[in-house]
């Protein structure tokens, strides 16, 4: 079965520092990959995706990701973080058939110290 | 575009009540559904999805049921809660023409 896999549960960061965040994927066939965010008391909202074509993605306020077939890797990234993105942030992907099931990472939340 | 209606917002249940969220989807027609749950200190888990008006699919043994009794409703159930029903429920669709998917705003289920 597909999982997602968040290897940082909880991460602490000053403003301005540079944010990676860790995502692998069990899958060996086409993925469709995805980062929310979920900040306190609001909805999820998607960050960005990879579907094909260039493995480096870039989303909203900032955010990207690389996708990295041989690693089965899809890595969160933002040069310069702020105190606003304090928040939870998830890796999914979607498995295979017409199901379309988001599979989600245990999440990672985190937090920035002004 | 898809809006996804949840309610209730907040729910406090007593052990042994039985329960019932309702999720209802606008601006889609025989959209793929799906509940999630978010335990406190966990991820998004996946709990059942429906294809299609009677269709559920459950992915985790559990105490929950889930009914699709039309198109675009989808109502999560319990006879007998238990405490470790405690959690935040999310209702969603996907968004067959982008592939992304739309959740709903949540309910917040304290079993006491």
């Known amino acids: 079965a597909q999982s997602v896999s968040q290897h940082n549960h909880h991460v602490i960061l000053s403003e301005a520092a540079s944010l990676e965040l860790g995502c692998n994927y069990s899958y060996g066939g086409t993925v469709n990959l995805f980062w929310y965010v979920q900040y306190p008391g609001q909805h999820l909202q998607l960050l960005l995706k990879y579907f094909s074509g260039d493995p480096l993605v870039k989303g909203i306020k900032g955010f990207e990701a690389e996708f990295i077939k041989s690693k089965f890797s899809f890595n969160l990234r933002k040069p310069s973080v702020q105190w606003s993105d304090t928040a939870e942030y998830f890796c999914?992907?979607?498995?295979?058939?017409?199901?379309?099931?988001?599979?989600f990472g245990q999440g990672t939340t985190l937090q920035v110290k002004p | 575009s898809q809006t996804i209606h949840q309610w209730p917002a907040t729910l406090v249940q007593p052990v042994g009540s039985p329960l019932s969220l309702e999720c209802t989807v606008e601006?889609?027609?025989?959209?793929?559904l799906y509940w999630y749950r978010q335990a406190a200190g966990r991820g998004l888990q996946l709990l059942f999805y429906?294809?299609?008006?009677?269709?559920i699919s459950s992915e985790v043994p559990q105490n929950l049921s889930a009914s699709r009794p039309q198109d675009r409703q989808f109502i999560l159930s319990s006879k007998k809660l238990l405490l470790s029903d405690s959690g935040f429920y999310l209702c969603?669709?996907?968004?067959?023409?982008?592939?992304?998917?739309?959740f709903g705003s949540g309910t917040r289920l304290t079993v006491v």
């Open positions: 999914a992907v979607i498995s295979s058939g017409n199901t379309g099931k988001l599979i």
């Open positions: 429906s294809v299609g008006i009677g269709q």
């Open positions: 969603a669709t996907r968004d067959m023409i982008n592939y992304g998917y739309t």
């Open positions: 601006g889609t027609s025989n959209p793929n």
